[in-house]
C-alpha cells in the first residue's frame, strides 16, 4: 500500500498538488506530522511563523487553512485547534515509526530475516531529509531531529541484522557510505569493522579501524571508546562476530534465503540514465557544436556546462540530444531538478552510483561529502535538468577530472563558479518550420506554406509552443493549417490552444511564475499590463534582474541611453497579462500607477528637445550659452526618447485601452518633437491618431487642439501642405489665447500666398510679445524672417533661441541665415552660419538636422565652384537620410548629388541619382519634386545626346 503524503523528504501528495506558498507547505506538514490529533491553534502559529506570529496570525492562519483545503481533503476544524483526518499509516512517517516498532519486535522474537526485512522497508520510505522544503525551524527541532535520528538508528540496527546473517560482504559498501557520511558516529564504524572482517578481508578491517581512530583523536582528541577498541581486538585476534548465529548450516541457509530476495551489487556496468533523446530534433547547430567541442577539451578539472533561455525555447530537449551523443567511461547520469531541495537529488544520485538503501547520510553535508568522495575518480557525464540556481546546483557537480556537467536553467546561473554558458533563444524561421514538419507531417507543411508561417509567428518561434500546435495538427488530421492559424491569431485564446496532453506553455510559464517571491509576482503581473516588445527598469522604479533570473525576461543590452532593456517572449507577455487579469482585474489600475511618471519623464526629456515650447505649460528662460554639461544632457535626453520610443509608442496604446484618456493624449503629444527630429512618421500617425481619439473621449478640447497642431507638423514634413492646413482649421476653434497665435503662425508657415502668411506671423507675433511668450516671439521671428529674407529679424530669433537655451532653435535660425546669405551670394558667412549649424546638430547627435544643414553646404560648395566637394556633403547626408529611412530626405539629397554629378561631367552619376529620385518622388507623390527631377534629366539628356 501507497502512503498519500510525504514527509519524509519534500513535501508529497500522492497525485496531487502540493501547496506553493512556504507557510502553506509548514501548515500542512505540521498537521500531517499529527494526523489524527489536535493541534492546536497556538502550536500551529508558533511553527508557521517559527515562534514570531504577528498580530493577525489568527485570521491569517484561517485563511491559509481555507486554501490548503482547496488541495487536500480531511482538514477539519474541531475545538481549539484543526486536524487532518488521514490514517496515521497513510502518512510516511508514522508508517516508518510503525515498521521500525514492528521490526524491533520481530527481532525480539528471534525472527532475525522478518527483522531486518522489516527495517529494509521502513528505511526505503525516506526520499531525502525530512522536511526538505518545510521552511520552519520548529517543526525541524521538534520533529525533523527525532526522525533524522530514528533512521540512522534503525540504519544501525538493520546493519547488525545482516551481520548476524553473514552478509557483511553485501553491506561493507553501505557502511562505507554510513561512516563517511557520519565520520564521529563511532557505532558505524564498529559496524564496518565488523562487516570487512566477516568478508575475510582483515586488513581492509585494520584500516578501517586506523581511520576511526585518526578521525576521533583530530576531531574530538579522544581515543576510541570500548566498542570500537573491542572489534579492533577482535579482528587481530582472528575472532568471529560476537552475535553471529551459532551453526554453518543454519547460518548459509538464512543468508541464502536472504540473498534470494536481495538486489544484486556485482557485475554492474557504467550507469546510463539518460531519457531518450527525441526523434524529431531538428536545428539547433551552434550550441550542439558549442557542447561538442567543450566536452572533447582535455581538461585537467571537471568541466560545467550552462544552457540557458526562455522557458519553452527546448534546453531540455538539446542537452538530452547533446548527451546522447556524448560517452563517458564511468556512465552518465540524469537529474530533473526543478524546485527540488539538492540533498534530494543527491540521495538520487547517490543510489545511481551503487550507494545502497539506506546508507546515503540524512545530512547535506553529508552527502556533498560522499558525492563528491564517489565521484572524485569517475569520469562521469552528469545531466542537472531546470536547475532553479546556484545554491541548487553546487552540491551537485561531480570532482573527477574529465566529467562533463551539462547544466539546463532559464537562469544563466552566473554566479556558478567555472561554469561556462550558452544563451538559447527561439528557433530561426527555416527551423521553426522544419519542426513544425517533423511533428504535424513534411506534406501538410508544404501544401501550406504560408499558413505555415504564420503558425511559426504565432507561436513566436518556440519549440514547446510549435511541438504542442503540430501535435495538435497530427490528431487533427481534417484541420487545415490555416484552421489552426485561425485559432491562435486570437490573443485571448491563445495560451488555451498551445495545450495537448500533458504539453502545455502555460504549465511551462506557470512554473517559473510560482518559483518567484511575491514582489516578482507582482512585478511580472504589472509587467503583463505593457503591450511593448522591450522596456527598462524605471518604468516600475525597480531591478528586474530577478526576473531575468528566472528565464522570464531576457537582457537585450544597454540601449543607446546607457539603460538595460529587457524583453520577453510574446507568449510571455500573454501569461502575465492572463495572471493580471485573473489576480487584479486587469491592467487599468497598474497603467493609472504608472502613468503619472512616465508622463513627467517624457514632459522632462520633450523639453529637452524644445525648451519652453508652447503646449507643456512652461515657459522658463535658461540662461544664455550651453555648457559642456548642459550639452551632453540634452544629447543624453534626446538619446533616452529615442531608447524609450518603442515602449512609449505602445503605452500611448495601452493608456487609452484602459481608459485612461488624458494620459493617452498627453503622451502623444510629448512625443511629437521625437517624431520630428528623427522622421519617425509611422509612429507619429498612429500616436496622433490614438492621441486624437483619446482627447475626444475626454471631451478635452485643448488636448485635441494641441494634437491636431502636431498633426499639421507632420503632413508639412510630409509635404501636404493643404491637409496640414485643414488640421490647422479645425483646432481653430477648439483654442484660444496663445495656444490660437501658435495655430495661427502655422497657417503661416503651410500658406502659398506670402502676403497672407506674413499677416498670420505678424498676428501671432503681436500675441506673443503682448503676453510675454518668448518662445512663441522667437518662432514667430524666424518665420517672419525667413519669409521676408530679413536679416534682422532673423538675427532677433537667433538671439531669443540663445537665451531661452535652446540649442536646436538656435541650429534653425542659423540654417536660415546661411540660406539667406547663400541667396545674396555672401559664400563665407553663408559657410559660417552653417558650419555653426553643423557643430551644433554634431554636439547634440541630431543625425537628421545634420543631413539637412549638410545639403544646405552642398549648394555653398556649388557657389564656390567646388563640385567635388558638393558631392561629398551630399552623399553624407544621403548615408543619413536613407539609414533613418526619410524619403523626403533622401530624395533631396540625390537631387543635390545629381546636380554635383553634372557640374563634374559625371554623367552617369547623375543619371543614376536622378533615377533613384524619381522613384522617391513617385512614392511621395510630390509631383513638384519630380518634375525638377525631369527638368535635370533633360539636361542630363541633352549633355549626353540620348534619352535616360
Avoid at 519542426?435 to 504560408?450: D, K, S, T
Avoid at 522596456?535 to 526576473?547: K, N, R
Avoid at 546661411?818 to 552660419?833: I, S
Wanted: aromatic share 4%.
Amino acid at each position: 500500500m501507497n502512503v498519500r503524503f510525504g514527509v519524509l523528504g519534500p513535501l508529497r501528495i500522492e497525485a496531487g498538488q502540493v501547496p506553493g506558498p512556504a507557510k502553506h507547505r509548514t501548515l500542512l506538514a505540521a498537521l500531517l506530522l499529527s494526523a489524527r490529533e489536535t493541534v492546536p491553534v497556538e502550536r500551529l502559529m508558533s511553527v508557521v511563523w517559527d515562534d514570531r506570529p504577528p498580530a493577525s496570525a489568527g485570521s491569517v492562519l484561517r485563511v491559509y487553512v481555507s486554501a490548503l483545503r482547496k488541495l487536500v481533503d480531511g482538514i477539519r476544524t474541531v475545538p481549539g485547534g484543526y486536524l487532518i483526518d488521514v490514517a496515521r499509516d497513510d502518512v510516511d512517517c508514522h508508517r516508518f515509526e510503525r515498521l521500525v516498532g514492528g521490526a524491533r519486535q520481530a527481532r525480539a522474537a528471534g525472527r532475525v530475516a522478518e527483522a531486518a526485512d522489516g527495517f529494509r522497508a521502513a528505511l526505503a520510505l525516506w526520499r531525502g531529509q525530512a522536511l526538505a522544503d518545510v521552511e520552519s525551524s520548529v517543526l525541524r527541532r521538534t520533529h525533523a531531529v527525532p526522525l533524522e535520528e530514528l533512521r540512522l538508528t534503525a540504519l544501525e540496527e538493520r546493519v547488525e541484522l545482516d551481520l548476524r546473517l553473514g552478509r557483511g560482504a553485501e553491506v561493507v559498501g553501505e557502511l562505507r557510505a554510513l561512516a563517511g557520511a557520519h565520520p564521529l558516529r563511532e557505532r558505524a564504524w564498529v559496524r564496518l569493522i565488523e562487516a570487512l572482517h566477516q568478508a575475510g578481508r582483515r586488513s581492509e578491517a585494520l584500516a578501517a579501524y586506523q581511520d576511526a581512530r585518526r578521525t576521533l583523536v583530530d576531531e574530538l582528541g579522544l581515543e576510541p571508546g570500548a566498542e570500537l577498541a573491542d572489534a579492533h581486538r577482535r579482528v587481530l585476534a582472528g575472532e568471529g562476530h560476537p552475535s553471529a548465529l551459532a551453526g554453518e548450516g543454519r547460518l548459509s541457509a538464512l543468508a541464502g534465503q536472504d540473498r534470494a530476495s536481495a538486489p544484486a551489487g556485482g557485475g554492474r556496468g557504467p550507469v546510463d540514465e539518460l531519457p531518450p533523446d527525441i526523434s524529431d530534433f531538428v536545428g539547433r547547430s551552434p550550441v550542439l557544436d558549442w557542447i561538442v567541442r567543450t566536452a572533447r577539451e582535455h581538461a585537467s578539472a571537471p568541466v560545467h556546462l550552462v544552457v540557458h533561455g526562455p522557458p519553452g525555447c527546448g534546453k531540455s530537449a538539446v542537452a538530452v540530444h547533446a548527451a546522447t551523443g556524448l560517452e563517458r567511461p564511468d556512465g552518465r547520469l540524469y537529474a530533473s531538478l526543478g524546485a527540488r531541495p539538492p540533498g534530494a537529488v543527491l540521495e538520487d544520485l547517490l543510489r545511481s552510483l551503487g550507494c545502497p538503501d539506506g546508507a546515503v547520510p540524512p545530512g547535506l553535508d553529508e552527502r556533498v561529502r560522499l558525492y563528491r568522495s564517489m565521484t572524485a575518480r569517475k569520469r562521469l557525464l552528469v545531466v542537472l535538468d531546470d536547475a532553479a540556481d546556484e545554491a541548487q546546483v553546487r552540491p551537485l557537480l561531480p570532482t573527477g577530472p574529465g566529467s562533463l556537467t551539462l547544466v539546463t536553467s532559464r537562469s544563466p546561473l552566473a554566479g556558478l563558479e567555472a561554469a561556462r554558458a550558452y544563451e538559447m533563444g527561439v528557433l530561426d524561421g527555416d527551423e521553426a518550420v522544419a519542426m513544425l514538419g517533423e511533428v504535424a507531417g513534411h506534406e501538410r507543411v508544404r501544401a501550406e506554406p504560408e499558413a505555415a508561417l504564420r503558425i511559426v509567428r504565432l507561436c513566436g518561434h518556440l519549440p514547446l509552443a510549435l511541438r504542442i500546435a503540430g501535435s495538435r495538427l497530427a490528431r487533427k488530421p481534417g484541420w487545415t493549417l490555416d484552421h489552426l492559424a485561425g485559432r491562435l491569431g486570437d490573443e485571448r485564446r491563445r495560451l488555451d490552444e498551445l495545450s495537448a496532453g500533458d504539453l502545455a506553455v502555460r504549465g511551462s510559464l506557470a512554473l517559473g511564475y510560482r518559483g518567484l517571491a511575491d514582489p516578482e509576482r507582482r512585478l511580472l503581473r504589472g509587467l503583463g499590463a505593457l503591450s511593448a516588445p522591450d522596456f527598462a527598469s524605471w518604468v516600475f522604479g525597480t531591478d528586474l534582474e530577478p526576473l531575468a533570473e528566472a528565464g522570464l525576461l531576457q537582457s537585450r543590452g544597454l540601449d543607446e541611453a546607457g539603460q538595460e532593456r529587457y524583453g520577453w517572449h510574446d507568449l510571455t507577455r500573454l501569461y502575465a497579462a492572463e495572471r493580471l487579469a485573473e489576480e487584479e482585474g486587469g491592467p487599468g489600475r497598474v497603467l493609472a500607477a504608472i502613468a503619472g511618471a512616465i508622463l513627467e519623464r517624457t514632459r522632462q526629456a520633450r523639453a529637452s528637445l524644445l525648451p519652453a515650447e508652447p503646449g507643456t505649460g512652461r515657459t522658463e528662460v535658461h540662461l544664455p550659452g550651453t555648457g559642456p554639461l548642459e550639452t551632453g544632457w540634452l544629447r543624453h535626453e534626446a538619446r533616452w526618447l529615442s531608447a524609450e520610443r518603442r515602449f512609449l509608442v505602445a503605452t500611448v496604446g495601452d493608456f487609452s485601452r484602459a481608459g485612461l484618456y488624458e494620459a493617452a493624449w498627453r503622451l502623444a503629444f510629448y512625443l511629437t518633437p521625437l517624431f520630428e527630429l528623427g522622421a519617425h512618421h509611422d509612429d507619429w500617425h498612429a500616436t496622433t491618431a490614438t492621441g486624437l481619439d483619446a482627447a475626444r473621449a475626454a471631451g478635452h478640447r485643448h488636448g485635441e487642439a494641441l494634437l491636431l497642431r502636431g498633426l499639421a507638423d507632420l503632413h508639412r514634413a510630409e509635404g501636404r501642405t493643404e491637409s496640414a492646413a485643414a488640421a490647422l482649421r479645425a483646432a481653430q476653434p477648439l483654442v484660444e489665447g496663445l495656444e490660437l497665435a501658435r495655430i495661427t503662425l502655422r497657417l503661416g508657415l503651410v500658406q502659398d500666398r506670402p502676403a497672407q502668411a506674413e499677416q498670420a506671423f505678424l498676428r501671432a507675433l503681436r500675441v506673443f510679445e503682448e503676453a510675454g511668450d518668448r518662445r512663441g516671439r522667437a518662432d514667430a521671428l524666424r518665420a517672419l524672417g525667413a519669409l521676408r529674407r530679413d536679416e534682422g529679424r532673423l538675427g532677433e530669433s537667433l538671439s531669443a533661441y540663445q537665451d531661452l537655451g535652446d540649442p536646436r532653435g538656435e541650429a534653425e535660425a542659423l540654417l536660415d541665415l546661411g540660406r539667406l546669405h547663400l541667396g545674396e551670394g555672401r559664400l563665407t558667412e553663408a559657410r559660417g552660419c552653417v558650419e555653426r549649424r553643423l557643430g551644433i546638430n554634431r554636439r547634440l547627435g541630431d543625425r537628421l538636422p545634420e543631413a539637412g544643414a549638410l545639403l544646405v553646404l552642398a549648394e555653398i560648395a556649388r557657389a564656390e565652384g567646388v563640385p567635388g566637394a558638393a558631392a561629398g556633403s551630399a552623399r553624407q547626408a544621403l548615408e543619413t537620410f536613407v539609414a533613418y529611412g526619410d524619403r523626403r530626405g533622401t530624395a533631396q539629397a540625390l537631387m543635390a548629388l545629381a546636380r554635383a554629378a553634372l557640374d563634374l561631367d559625371d554623367l552617369d552619376g547623375a543619371v543614376e541619382a536622378l533615377t533613384r529620385a524619381m522613384g522617391e518622388f513617385d512614392r511621395l507623390s510630390d509631383e513638384q519634386g519630380r518634375a525638377e527631377a525631369d527638368r535635370l534629366a533633360q539636361e542630363a539628356r541633352r549633355r549626353r545626346g540620348r534619352p535616360i
